[in-house]
Nanobody, 126 residues
Framework: QVHLVESGGGLVQAGSSLRLSCAASGRSFSSYAMAWFRQVPGKEQELVAV????????FYADSVKGRFSISRDNANNTLYLEMNSLKPEDTAVYYC???????????????????WGQGTQVTVSS
């Protein structure tokens, strides 16, 4: 298991940018594929982006493709989500998650991730 703590959420206007961070501790961060999910009250958690253990491969949900960028710094055990051109529909609690499973990034689902952060709120006003 790896312990995850998100930060960087906040209230921003539509069209703005925000960067989320996820600090990891515990077992070797670089051995995990990492992901960002988001959830709106009353709706299922949505996979936003996934990144391979090395950082060389990424996958994005269609709803954020071209606007969001996932990256990682294995030397500093940190995962990032750069969010640009934010829209009100991006408002959600954002969670980072880790998995030791090996699969095509586009095939990952929520149940594949065994470690989760506590979430950080992102609110985008119109």
């Amino acid at each position: 298991q790896v312990h995850l703590v998100e930060s960087g959420g906040g209230l921003v206007q539509a069209g703005s940018s925000l960067r989320l961070s996820c600090a990891a501790s515990g077992r070797s961060f670089s051995s995990y594929a990492m992901a960002w999910f988001r959830q709106v009250p009353g709706k299922e958690q949505e996979l936003v982006a996934v990144i391979s253990w090395s950082g060389s491969n990424t996958f994005y949900a269609d709803s954020v493709k071209g606007r969001f960028s996932i990256s990682r710094d294995n030397a500093n055990n940190t995962l990032y989500l750069e969010m640009n051109s934010l829209k009100p529909e991006d408002t959600a609690v954002y969670y980072c998650a880790a998995t030791s499973l090996v699969a095509a990034l586009s095939n990952f689902e929520r149940a594949d991730f065994g470690s989760w952060g506590q979430g950080t709120q992102v609110t985008v006003s119109s």
